[in-house]
Structures are given as C-alpha cells and as structure tokens.
C-alpha cells in the first residue's frame, strides 16, 4: 500500500495496482478465515488421530493452491504493470502528484 501512496502509481490511478490491493485483501482474508482455523482444527483432528474426510482436506489444499497463483498474479502485474489506467490516470501519471 506504502508503494501505491508514495510513489506516482497511486492507489486507484492504475488498474493493475488496485487489482493487487483487492487480491492481497481476498489473501488476508482466506489466510486468516480460511487457513488459519482450518489448519488449527486439522492439527486438533491429527492429535486425536482421527482420519479426515475429503470436505475436511479439500480447503487445506485448495486455499493456499489459490494463495500461491494469486501471489505469482501479482508479481506478473507489478513486473509488467500493465498501462490500463482507472480513468483518473488520463491525465499524465505525474499530474496528480
Ligand atoms: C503479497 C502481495 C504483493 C506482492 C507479491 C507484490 C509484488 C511486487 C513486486 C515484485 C514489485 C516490483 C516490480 C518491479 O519493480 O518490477 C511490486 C511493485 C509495486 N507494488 Fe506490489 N506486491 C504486492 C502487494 C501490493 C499492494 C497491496 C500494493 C498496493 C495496493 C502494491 C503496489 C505496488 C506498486 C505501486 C509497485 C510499483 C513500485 C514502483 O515501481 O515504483 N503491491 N510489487
């Protein structure tokens, strides 16, 4: 967020930046609501040597599956940044200061 306010990219001046602060958000959020209680529950089922059934494997797989193609996606639009800007960008990238 500190590279989008400080630099000339800005926030919502350019698609690709707020692209990234919208996917690093959905991250957050499947890490801390998805991840985290599903592996702390995961571990307590272990401990209890329980076996797992598929609904309870599939969001341990899936979510850092998504986590990791959403981080190389981001890393391809900061590397690229690709020119499509939000409207408030037609101006000059460095106009708005
Ligand atoms: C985990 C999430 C993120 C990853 C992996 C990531 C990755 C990167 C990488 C590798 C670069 C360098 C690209 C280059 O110089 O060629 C970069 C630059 C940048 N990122 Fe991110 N980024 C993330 C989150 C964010 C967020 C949330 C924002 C803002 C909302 C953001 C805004 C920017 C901006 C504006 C630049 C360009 C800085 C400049 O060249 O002056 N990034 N990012």
Redesign the pocket.
């Known amino acids: 967020?500190?590279?989008?306010?400080l630099?000339?990219?800005?926030?919502f001046r350019?698609w690709w930046?707020?692209i990234?602060?919208a996917?690093?958000?959905i991250?957050i959020g499947i890490i801390l609501f998805v991840l985290v209680p599903g592996l702390g529950a995961r571990a307590d089922a272990a401990h209890a040597a329980r076996s797992f059934t598929a609904a309870e494997r599939l969001p341990l797989a899936f979510a850092p599956a998504v986590g990791v193609a959403?981080?190389i996606l981001?890393?391809v639009?900061?590397?690229?940044?690709p020119s499509w800007s939000s409207g408030s960008a037609c101006h000059g990238r460095y106009e708005h200061g």
């Open positions: 967020m500190l590279l989008g306010l630099t000339q990219w800005g926030l350019y930046v707020t990234k602060l996917l690093t958000t991250l959403l981080l981001m890393v639009l900061a590397v690229f940044k």
